[in-house]
T-cell receptor, first 112, second 112 residues
Framework: ETGVTQSPTHLIKTRGQQVTLRCSSQ?????VSWYQQALGQGPQFIFQ???????GRGNFPPRFSGLQFPNYSSELNVNALELDDSALYLC???????????FGQGTRLTVV | GIQVEQSPPDLILQEGANSTLRCNFS?????LQWFHQNPWGQLINLFY???GTKQNGRLSATTVATERYSLLYISSSQTTDSGVYFC??????????????FGKGTLLTVNP
């Protein structure tokens, strides 16, 4: 059974650029969610995808968008990057709501 | 939305000491997880414990759902226990039944 994997592990982008982060969910899991963790803080929920549909969203602007594919892998896209977008981005997968969530190793994004 | 408070924010121990980390939450929950974040940022699952008591080696956890708190016990601490411990909850209340809400974490330092 493979765990949750994310790519890339580190990324440096310039303000105003766009970025795509990727996540492969754990085998058998159809629900993927994304979290942003700023330095010294707990992770904050961005959004969740269930069977290719977004079914929950946190307090993030529309320039944060996502996709989920038929194999349940997922992408997080961020447009018009701002310096405050610098953070660790974590992907989590779970079999269904109210079950244990498992996290990937994260992508550390630096915006300069 | 639900509030999650962790205490203490920082804890310094000598190797071999025992410790208790606390997580208080403001509403009824149907999911509660404890994580250890390693130095590379990955969230390691410790316990999935919406209620009751569980033990795994030197670690144990208790959630008293009716009183809205959870405790994580670490016995005979080791330097490898160092890191940030997060409590995260999921609730069916207020339309937030699709995300984990994290506390700010407890930074544990175990000195040799």
């Amino acid at each position: 059974e493979t765990g949750v994997t994310q790519s890339p592990t580190h990324l440096i982008k310039t303000r105003g650029q766009q970025v795509t982060l990727r996540c492969s969910s754990q085998s058998g899991h159809n629900t993927v969610s994304w979290y942003q963790q700023a330095l010294g803080q707990g992770p904050q929920f961005i959004f969740q995808y269930y069977r290719e549909e977004e079914n929950g969203r946190g307090n993030f602007p529309p320039r944060f968008s996502g996709l989920q594919f038929p194999n349940y892998s997922s992408e997080l896209n961020v447009n018009a990057l701002e310096l405050d977008d610098s953070a660790l981005y974590l992907c989590a997968s779970r079999g269904s709501r109210n079950t244990e969530a498992f996290f990937g190793q994260g992508t550390r994004l630096t915006v300069v | 939305g639900i509030q999650v408070e962790q205490s203490p924010p920082d804890l310094i121990l000598q190797e071999g000491a025992n410790s208790t980390l606390r997580c208080n939450f403001s509403d009824s929950v149907n999911n509660l997880q404890w994580f250890h974040q390693n130095p590379w940022g990955q969230l390691i699952n410790l316990f999935y414990i919406p209620s009751g008591t569980k033990q795994n080696g030197r670690l144990s956890a208790t959630t008293v759902a009716t009183e809205r708190y959870s405790l994580l016990y670490i016995s005979s601490s080791q330097t490898t226990d160092s890191g940030v411990y997060f409590c995260a909850v999921e609730t069916n209340s207020g339309g937030s039944n699709y995300k984990l809400t994290f506390g700010k974490g407890t930074l544990l330092t175990v000195n040799p």
